[in-house]
């Protein structure tokens, strides 16, 4: 009987745990064409309440050792003059069981690949967030989330930001004992679905991966023997299917 009330108990928690805002951002790496200026980025929530989303914008900035730093997108009140990334809108009332959608904008100078990473952060609406809805409003729905136990994740994407000349040059060398694929454009190239298999044994396969080969960078790894590799080449809107053996 004991265990069957701790069962009870947690079943309970966990479909409390559960009450509240859901959010499911899709992918987490989207890419903005060179001959392209936005990107409509939809956001759904699969809870059973509202969710208000809050968007923050960071740049991501290589240093030439390959570390990154990432700073904020700062608002400009001349948008003429602003350089970056901005979400329109950076505020999103998502309905339970709803989806709404926000359009990523770039302006700026694009000679050349920049990188962002964009986050999505539920929270409960204060004033200073302006979010429009009023104050009934806002203290109903804390109430409403105060009666259970909430966890409410965000989440972020990273935004490839693709130069207006956008050119892509993979260069690949399979030789006896190594693979490289040499990014010689300007652009991301992505490695993806990247699959090591054993010959004799479909189902004795590590898990499968993804990686981006940033303009003037190589993705290379060692074939061993009795081994299968399988991956898709993926340059822009081409992609290509691609294997070798150890």
Excluded: W
């Amino acid at each position: 009987m004991k265990q069957l009330m701790v069962l009870i108990g947690m079943c309970l928690f966990c479909q409390v745990a559960q009450a509240g805002p859901n959010i499911n951002i899709g992918v987490v790496y989207d890419y903005l064409a060179g001959d392209k200026s936005t990107y409509l980025k939809r956001v759904y929530n699969s809870g059973d309440s509202t969710a208000f989303v809050k968007i923050n914008v960071l740049e991501i900035l290589y240093n030439a050792d390959g570390t990154s730093t990432e700073v904020p997108v700062q608002s400009q009140t001349d948008a003429s003059a602003r350089d970056g990334l901005m979400a329109s809108p950076a505020r999103l009332i998502i309905p339970a069981q709803g989806m709404q959608g926000t359009r990523l904008l770039f302006m700026g100078e694009r000679d050349k690949e920049r990188y962002f990473r964009v986050r999505f952060v539920p929270v409960v609406p204060e004033k200073e967030d302006e979010f429009a809805v009023s104050s009934e409003e806002r203290e109903d729905y804390k109430k409403t989330l105060k009666a259970g136990v909430n966890v409410m994740a965000g989440f972020g994407t990273i935004f490839f930001v693709r130069p207006r000349d956008a050119r892509f040059d993979s260069v690949i060398d399979d030789s006896a004992g190594r693979y490289r694929v040499r990014n010689n454009g300007n652009t991301v190239v992505v490695i993806d679905e990247f699959k090591s298999c054993s010959k004799t044994s479909e189902s004795e396969c590590e898990p499968t991966t993804k990686h981006h080969i940033m303009a003037g960078k190589t993705f290379e790894f060692e074939k061993k023997t009795g081994r299968e590799y399988r991956f898709i080449l993926v340059e822009g809107d081409s992609k290509k299917n691609l294997s070798t053996a150890g």
